[in-house]
C-alpha cells in the first residue's frame, strides 16, 4: 500500500563486513585473543567460504561467531542484526520473519537466541539503590488455549515478582520480573503465591546487590490506586504480551520478561548492549530452547482452539 509506513521502510541496510566489524568488537573488545593460547597475533584465514581465524601462536583455528550467540547459524550477519534492530520493537517472530525474509523457525530461534542473551546479561547485573517490589500474577488468560487449561485447573495464573530500581525522580533504572519457581525465579518450594513475604525475601536475595539493604526496598501493593512505576511497567507488559503474541505459555514466559525489562530501560543505547550480549554469550540450541520434545509453531491471534494439535511454544 503506498504511502503507509511500513516498519521495513526504517529497517537499517547493513552490509555483512559492518555487522562482522560490530560483532567483532562485541567479542573482543581488546582486539582478537586466542581461546586457547590467548595470543593477540591471528592469519585471516577462509575456509569453505567462512571466515576463520587462526592463531599465529598455536594455529588454533576460530570463528568469528564462536562462543557467541550467532555460534553455528548458516543465517547472514545482516539479518540478525536487522533482528536486534527490530528487537526495540518488540516484534513476533511471525513479522520479523516477513520482514527479514527467513522462515518462521528461523526467526523464532533468532528472536530466542537474543532474549537468551539478554537474560544471561540479566542475570548478572543485580539491581541496586532503592528498590520498589511488587508481586503479581501472570493469567494466560488473553488465549483461548491457555484459557481453557486455566478453566480446567491444568493452569495456574503464574505468581511474578515484579523489581525495580529506581532513579531520584522515580523513574526505573533497572528492571527485573522474575517467575516465582520458575528456571531463574526464586526456587521456593511450595510457594505460589507472589505477594508472599517469603517470594519477596527470596527475589531481594538473588537479584539484587549484596549492599542492598533492608528498609531500601518497599513493597508495593498490587492494585494501589496511586500506581507507581513498577504498576506501570507491569500493565506495560501484560499489554505487550496480549496484543503482540496473543498471550505467552509457561514455558517461554521469562524469556519474553527479559526481553520487555532489557528493552524498558535502555531506550535508545539498547542495540549497542544488546550487540553486546550477543558477542559475550555462548548459544543455546534449539533443543535447549524448547526441549527434546517439543515443536515450533506460530501462535496466531485467534480464539479458536485448533483441532489436533496441542504443541505450543511461545
Ligand atoms: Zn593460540
Request: aromatic share 10%; charged share 25%; with cysteine.
Amino acid at each position: 500500500m503506498p504511502g503507509r509506513f511500513s516498519i521495513r521502510d526504517s529497517l537499517p541496510q547493513y552490509t555483512e563486513e559492518e555487522c562482522a566489524d560490530a560483532l567483532f568488537a562485541a567479542k573482543w573488545p581488546d582486539g582478537f585473543r586466542c581461546p586457547r593460547c590467548a595470543h593477540s597475533r591471528p592469519y585471516e584465514v577462509s575456509s569453505r567460504g567462512r571466515r576463520l581465524f587462526e592463531c599465529r601462536s598455536c594455529s588454533h583455528q576460530t570463528s568469528l561467531t564462536a562462543g557467541t550467540v550467532l555460534e553455528g547459524t548458516r543465517t547472514p550477519l545482516t539479518k540478525w542484526f536487522q533482528a536486534m534492530y527490530l528487537m526495540q520493537y518488540g516484534i513476533s517472530a511471525v513479522l520479523l520473519a516477513e520482514i527479514i525474509y527467513v522462515t518462521y523457525k528461523t526467526a523464532w530461534l533468532i528472536n530466542h537466541k537474543l532474549r537468551h542473551a539478554v537474560g544471561e546479561r540479566d542475570r548478572v547485573i543485580p539491581l541496586e539503590g532503592s528498590l520498589q517490589l511488587l508481586g503479581e500474577y501472570y493469567g494466560y488468560d488473553y488465549h483461548r488455549y491457555f484459557s481453557d487449561r486455566l478453566a480446567h485447573g491444568e493452569l495456574k495464573p503464574q505468581p511474578i515478582v515484579v523489581g525495580a530500581s529506581l532513579d531520584e525522580t522515580g523513574d526505573i533504572v533497572h528492571l527485573k520480573m522474575k517467575a516465582v519457581d520458575g528456571p531463574e525465579g526464586n526456587a521456593a518450594p511450595g510457594s505460589g503465591d507472589s505477594e508472599d513475604e517469603e517470594a519477596i525475601e527470596l527475589f531481594v536475595q538473588k537479584h539484587t546487590s549484596a549492599g542492598v539493604a533492608p528498609g531500601q526496598w518497599e513493597v508495593l501493593e498490587r492494585s494501589h490506586r496511586g500506581r507507581k512505576a513498577p504498576h506501570h511497567a507491569w500493565r506495560e507488559v501484560v499489554r505487550w504480551l496480549a496484543w503482540t503474541f496473543g498471550g505467552i505459555g509457561p514455558k517461554h514466559l521469562q524469556a519474553y520478561l527479559n526481553e520487555f525489562c532489557f528493552r524498558r530501560v535502555r531506550g535508545s543505547s539498547m542495540l549497542a548492549e544488546l550487540i553486546d550480549c550477543c558477542g559475550t554469550t555462548d548459544t543455546i540450541t534449539y533443543r535447549g530452547l524448547v526441549g527434546a520434545r517439543s515443536g515450533i509453531r506460530p501462535i496466531r491471534w485467534t480464539f479458536r482452539r485448533p483441532a489436533r494439535s496441542k504443541r505450543y511454544v511461545g
